[in-house]
């Protein structure tokens, strides 16, 4: 006879009730932050759902309904003696502050990935691979939306620092190039800062290339950076003090054949500044909140592209530092050291 433990039984209803509050809270936030209910808390709050819902011109019903759920995961304050609701300091940050956290974009990376779950559902049973610009749209724009305000926090303060005479070589001008940009987040972000190097953004999927246009002359940075449709094997270009690739590596069908070209086309004092997920070298470091949310993503994103590229093992966005200096070494590259981390990233350098 088997034996229920009730006090790991109501531990594991415990978890499952916060993880379905935070499953069907992630269309709510994107609601919120699509109507701007975030944004007038912050501007107007306190307010009750009646003034809330004439301030955004929405349906008090269905703003009343919405309030108390994201009170409820802490994510707005409610104050029960006036009925009205507020954000902290903290919680604008997060979800109101368009250069803030991101976490919207977060969810909405989220939310748009289960979107595709019959492909995934398919490759499961298939084996067979999704190319990245097979997935719902919003994958793209939120992936920006999550990854930038981390590049906008540390890419400048703490990881360009990091690599010995980086920050010097770029203000004296270098050719930069940045693989795998995607919307061009940290390609802006370089060429903003920078304006002596040339900076070029490269990226395998179109529609993500044009979107990085797009927003770089939103930006008024026409001409400090530009973006070509090429891929991390064959992108174009010679003597590069720096090559770039930020949260991308993983997803890569041949990685080494990447690692292989990005040296090839360095210059003999270039520099490969490598940014991956977080992530130690065994499953058992990686059983973490932050391990959750990176092998769930890597099961419907990461791993799926990689395989769609030819991956007969893909690395996966848990690879790990081990995983990543076997790329790199099998490269040919002469150094490779880790010098920065934060809680969602681990950064390296690896020169020819």
């Known amino acids: 006879m088997t034996t229920i433990d009730d006090t790991r039984l109501a531990e594991l209803l415990g978890r499952f009730v916060n993880d379905l509050g935070a499953t069907m809270s992630a269309g709510n936030v994107l609601i919120g932050d699509e109507l701007g209910l975030y944004r007038a808390l912050a501007e107007a709050g306190p307010l009750t759902a009646a003034e809330l819902a004439q301030y955004t011109d929405t349906a008090e019903r269905y703003v009343r309904e919405w309030l108390p759920g994201q009170a409820a995961g802490h994510y707005i304050t409610y104050d029960a003696d006036s009925g009205r609701y507020s954000l902290s300091p903290e919680q604008a940050l997060a979800f109101a502050d368009p250069d803030g956290l991101g976490l919207p974009g977060a969810f909405l990376l989220a939310v748009s990935s ?27 724009t939120g992936c920006e939306r999550f990854f930038r305000p981390g590049y906008a926090a540390n890419l400048l303060s703490s990881w360009v620092p990091a690599v ?3 920050d010097e070589r770029l203000r004296a001008g270098v050719a930069v190039a940045d693989v795998g940009c995607g919307l061009g987040a940290s390609t802006r972000i370089l060429a903003s800062a ?19 246009r797009k927003a770089t002359s939103e930006a008024s ?6 973006f070509d449709v090429a891929r991390a094997q ?42 991956e997920p977080f992530a ?26 990689a395989v769609s590229e030819g991956a007969a093992d893909a690395l996966g966005n848990q690879a790990g530092e081990a995983g990543v200096e076997t790329v790199v070494r099998a490269a040919g590259f002469r150094t490779f050291r880790r010098v920065a981390e934060t809680p969602f990233n681990l950064v390296y350098e690896a020169r020819r």
């Open 114 to 140: 289960l979107a595709d779950e019959p492909k995934i559902l398919d490759a499961f049973r298939t084996g067979r691979g999704v190319p990245w610009g097979e997935h719902h749209p919003g994958v793209f």
């Open 164 to 166: 010995d005479g980086l």
């Open 194 to 212: 920078y304006p002596a190097s040339s900076v070029r953004g490269f990226d395998s999927h179109p529609e993500s290339v044009e979107l990085a």
């Open 221 to 226: 940075l026409d001409g400090r950076c530009d």
């Open 234 to 275: 064959d992108f174009p270009g010679s003597e590069y003090g720096l090559v770039a690739t930020f949260d991308c590596l993983h997803d890569m069908g041949d990685p080494v054949g990447a690692a292989a070209h990005i040296r090839s086309v360095l210059s003999d004092d270039g520099v490969w500044l490598i940014v």
């Open 280 to 305: 130690g070298d065994s499953v058992a470091e990686n059983l973490t909140p932050v391990g959750r949310v990176y092998y769930s993503a890597s099961t419907f994103l990461c791993v799926p592209h």
